[in-house]
């Protein structure tokens, strides 16, 4: 699947200039409230029309300005996922569900139908009203509507906006599965970097109606100037579990050449991950400390340093290949006589790490 989009619009005061082009996967439209996001997946969806450009999937042009050709936003197939479920009220779950099967291409077989609300785990809600919902459940049956439509191409815009963290828990992971277990291409809108470091393949960072940066999610996330607030800076890394401490409620996961222990929710043996670490929550020391509660300790070298303007210092550690990021004080970086090319010790708060 190739998604090529191209696109112009001026909108009172705002002007979208921006275009890319996705692949296969997740590909998220990253950046603050008012960056364009919703602009341009409008646009993709047929919602609204370019004052200037194109969208094309996989060859067949469905917004072309310069030849006047604009297909109908019900003839591109699109499942779209709003921030609101918008469920039918007065239906039960599953009418609500049937009602995105009148939209396939074909009739879902059964097991489809079957398949995604096992997906979406939602098979104890089908009997039930909407009002007997949480708000995280709604969007699951949302999606699933969706999906039943049998879509060419997903878009979901700021789908857990909504949601308080405890439901926001509670869907990544079925967000996670559909992203595993489908063909379909996603193209999905946020402004949280925490969502995004869970399901994009792909980042296209917006900013002020323009595409600042595009590339893999491992990448993108992991520069500095990526995120919206400096609080939110990190890197994201791909490891490998090897085990899982049940006593304990540890995962242990390799990386290139280190370790890196993870609590919560038991992981699977031999199942890749991602692991976003906040910048603020690694110290930086010169020597390996002992008595501490920490049990992520890893051998460093620094890469590189960034002072900033409030006094702290950004820090990129080299941890046998993988790239962590740490922000300390101005202070605590002379005190330590850091530079480039120093060896030490990178002190990573364990329960500020979830995969």
């Not at 960056?35 to 004052?51: E, N």
């Not at 469920?87 to 009418?95: C, D, G, M």
């Not at 869907?171 to 996603?186: A, C």
């Amino acid at each position: 699947m190739t998604l090529i989009v191209e696109a112009k619009q001026r909108l009172g005061a705002f002007s979208l200039d921006a275009a890319f082009t996705s692949e296969r996967g997740v590909t998220a439209l990253f950046g603050r409230s008012g960056s364009g996001k919703t602009s341009m997946i409008r646009i993709i969806a047929g919602l609204a029309h370019p004052d200037e450009g194109r969208v094309v999937l996989d060859g067949e042009v469905l917004t072309e300005t310069a030849t006047g050709i604009f297909v109908a936003k019900h003839r591109r197939r699109f499942g779209y996922v709003f921030q609101e479920a918008r469920l039918f009220p007065h239906l039960s779950i599953r009418a609500n569900l049937s009602y995105g099967r009148w939209f396939a291409a074909r009739p879902a077989h059964s097991e489809s139908f079957d398949h995604i609300v096992d997906l979406l785990g939602i098979e104890t809600l089908l009997e039930r009203s909407p009002s007997k919902l949480s708000g995280g459940e709604k969007q699951r049956v949302a999606i699933g509507r969706a999906l039943l439509s049998s879509p060419r191409l997903l878009l979901m815009d700021e789908p857990l906006a909504a949601l308080d963290d405890a439901r926001k828990a509670e869907i990544l992971p079925y967000l996670q599965r559909l992203r595993d277990e489908t063909d379909i291409p996603i193209v999905y809108v946020s402004h949280s970097i925490a969502e995004v470091a869970r399901l994009a393949n792909q980042v296209v960072v917006m900013r002020d109606g323009k595409v600042e940066a595009i590339g893999p999610a491992i990448d993108i996330l992991s520069r500095p100037s990526t995120a919206a607030d400096r609080r939110e800076a990190g890197a994201l890394l791909e490891g490998t579990v090897e085990r899982f401490d049940a006593r304990h409620h540890l995962s242990t996961v390799a990386l290139k050449s280190c370790q890196l222990h993870i609590p919560g929710a038991a992981l699977a043996p031999g199942k890749t991950v991602r692991i976003r670490i906040p910048s603020r929550d690694v110290m930086v020391a010169t020597a390996r400390p002992e008595g501490l509660s920490a049990l992520n300790i890893l051998e460093a070298r620094i890469d590189g340093m960034s002072s900033t303007e409030d006094g702290t210092v950004e820090i990129r550690l080299d941890c046998g290949g993988d790239i962590i990021l740490s922000r300390i004080t101005t202070l605590s970086c002379e005190r330590l006589d850091l530079r480039p090319g120093r060896a030490v010790f990178a002190v990573i708060k364990t329960v500020a790490l979830e995969a």
